[in-house]
């Protein structure tokens, strides 16, 4: 069922008309033209197939139609097909950036029936495998499969995907949708059409998913028809078999990611075009060049120092909204309000940190902490808002945090080096701006 | 039953969980609990999170039960003088049962979730009730959870670690 791509959505964007007009063609096509968005770091034109257009605006049309809508969210246009086929396949726009996760999840509903993944099979029990995705607002289910990808024009054959909501799957384990939050298994719920995670690590969970199941919170099951507790074990799984980090399984190009938006100024507006760019330092487009390098903790994490402390948990992460740390000194927005869960001081706010790595090199940021309230009242079309911020943490634990999402990334090269592969002298997993 | 000395040391009552448990089940405790629940939902959690490990810390105006999980996690819950737990903190690789630890307030949870927009690495609910934040770093969780009524006079929040 291909999505219906009309400018008659009650809200009529450029934004959307840019998404839909994305390339049709299969992995066996020709690059399609992917002019790049404004390039920050030079003027100099991208080789074919580096790069991919990024567009942040208010999400795919089912989230729309639903009234809901989202902001700083940063979305791409890929084309899926079954594997080994360059006529069965989707073009899918508003596939959501995420550099806090890995592996690509389509939403089943965007899947039109002539794009069969192939089942990624538990060699044990013989019973197709399906993944549990845990997120902090929620949870997925829905089947691992192997479809043929194409990012830009670069192929990929046979990457492992997870098909979310697809009813082959079966009932979810109770282990799964019983203490996760709410399922988020429509495009509606999940607002996007699909995930791009192209974080630093190579598989979703990776080697540690490999050797043992995890007593809670296990993410892979072999099922048999149906699902459900009788039907699901949770299992082990290769880290050949578990959804993988796109970008890395490029034949080159591969051992990061760089991502770029143009400078914003502070104002909310409609739309906001950028460019995802494969590889660091592998081509004139995506040099480093004087960027520092952050190099990660054990859980992905990296330190802001912020008002004199040491919050050594943190993320640059281009799936979250906005900026989240706690300060209480920052005037939180009315629960009955439209900014409900953000920042509403009276005045905007000037505001610094440092973020640095294991490597202690630190990075001083500028950012600006707006009124949500007035951010979602000014504009409401308005899907880029350079200074949402929210408040996170209510005991030391999780105050540990601060949470860079996508406003950080405006006016910014942002230079993401994978685990195991290296940037120059960087090893990853590190994060260089 | 968990009796505190309230010397500010800590001693690993791990081994007497099993017991403690057995006697909670014949004794007909309720076997879901955790926050606002009483003290001997701690070992409820402890066992349906496969806790290694039981520790008890006491300060003058609270208790500290931590579960150790088999990942490597970790899971605390701060228990007031009247035996309710007024606040919990977890962190490790995979997000832990949230039913269970947030008891009578997961659905507020799963509301405030499901109207969510904001990504889905972090969830943050501010109400006069409750208090409850999640972030999910690239390779882990970590949470907290309290209810401001029920803090111990004198206890600020941002001091429970």
């Known amino acids: 069922m291909a999505r219906k791509c009309s400018l008659d959505v009650g809200l009529v964007l450029l934004a959307v008309a840019a998404a839909c007009g994305g390339s049709g063609g299969g992995p066996g096509a020709a690059p399609p033209s992917s002019p790049g968005g404004p390039n920050p770091g030079g003027s100099s034109g991208n080789p074919p197939g580096n790069s991919l257009a990024t567009t942040v605006d208010l999400g ?10 989202v902001a700083n969210a940063a ?120 995930l791009l995670g192209v974080g630093y690590y190579l598989q979703d969970c990776g080697t540690y998913c490999a050797d043992q199941v995890p007593s809670s919170g296990a993410p892979f099951y072999a099922c048999s028809a ?58 004139a487009d995506n040099d480093p060049g004087a960027a520092v390098f952050h190099l990660l903790g054990a859980n992905g ?43 509403c001081p009276p005045t905007p706010i000037s505001a610094q940190a440092v973020i640095s790595g294991t490597e202690g090199l630190g990075a001083g940021v500028n950012f600006t902490v707006g009124n949500a309230d007035m951010l979602f009242a000014s504009d409401p079309d308005a899907a880029v808002l350079p200074t949402l911020a929210g408040p996170l943490g209510s005991l030391q634990l999780s105050s540990r945090t601060f949470d860079w999402g996508l406003p950080f990334f405006y006016g910014r090269s942002v230079f993401f080096v994978f685990e ?8 990853g997993p590190a994060v260089g701006f | 039953m968990l009796v505190s000395s309230r010397t500010g040391e800590s001693f690993d009552v791990g081994r007497v969980t099993t017991s ?27 066992r349906l999170l496969h806790g290694t490990a039981l520790k008890m810390t006491s ?81 882990g969780f970590a949470g907290s959870a309290h209810l401001p009524a029920l803090l111990p006079p004198g206890v600020k929040p941002d001091q429970l670690d």
Not at chain 1, 60 to 69: Q, Y
């Open chain 1, 60 to 69: 795919p049309a089912a989230l729309i139609s639903a009234g809901m809508v």
């Open chain 1, 75 to 194: 979305f791409v246009t890929i084309t899926v097909c079954s594997p080994g086929s360059t006529t069965a396949c989707q073009t899918i726009d508003h596939v959501q950036v995420d550099t806090g996760s890995t592996g690509l999840r389509i939403l089943h509903e965007v899947l039109p029936s002539t794009v069969v993944p192939v089942p990624v099979v538990d060699p044990g029990s013989g019973h197709a495998v399906s993944e549990c995705g845990v997120f902090a607002d929620g949870w997925t289910w829905g089947s691992l499969g192997m479809v043929d990808v194409s990012l830009g024009g670069r192929p990929l054959k046979s990457l492992v995907v997870q098909v979310i909501g697809d009813p082959a799957s079966g009932t979810a384990p109770s282990a799964c949708s019983s203490g996760n939050g709410p399922e988020e298994d429509t495009v509606a719920s999940f607002g996007a059409n699909a």
């Open chain 1, 226 to 283: 149906g699902g459900g507790d009788q039907g699901c074990t949770a299992i082990a799984l290769a880290t050949s078999s578990q959804p993988g980090n796109p970008v890395a399984q490029l034949s080159a190009d591969n051992n990061g990611l760089t991502v770029q938006f143009p400078a914003t100024g502070t104002a909310p507006a409609a739309s906001l075009e950028g460019t995802l760019l494969f590889g660091v330092g592998t081509q």
């Open chain 1, 301 to 343: 994490n990296l330190n802001t120092a912020y008002q004199g402390q040491n919050l050594d948990q943190s993320v640059i992460d281009s799936g979250s909204s906005g900026y989240y740390f706690a300060d209480s000194s920052i005037t939180a927005c009315p629960a009955s309000d439209e900014g409900n869960g953000y920042y």
């Open chain 1, 420 to 427: 195991g592969r290296v940037a120059g002298s960087t090893p």
């Open chain 2, 20 to 46: 403690i448990v057995l006697a909670a089940l014949v004794l007909g405790v309720p076997a879901h609990a955790s926050l606002l629940e009483s003290r001997t939902s701690v070992t409820d959690d402890h």
């Open chain 2, 59 to 139: 300060t003058t105006a609270y208790d500290v039960y931590e579960t150790t999980t088999p990942e490597g996690g970790h899971v605390r819950q701060f228990v007031n003088h009247d035996g309710r737990v007024f606040a919990i903190a977890w962190s490790g690789r995979f997000s832990p049962d949230l039913r269970q630890l947030l008891a009578s307030h997961y659905d507020q949870y799963v509301l405030a979730a499901r109207v969510h927009r904001g990504g889905h690495h972090l969830l943050s609910i501010s109400t006069p009730e409750l208090k409850l934040s999640i972030v999910q770093l690239p390779r």
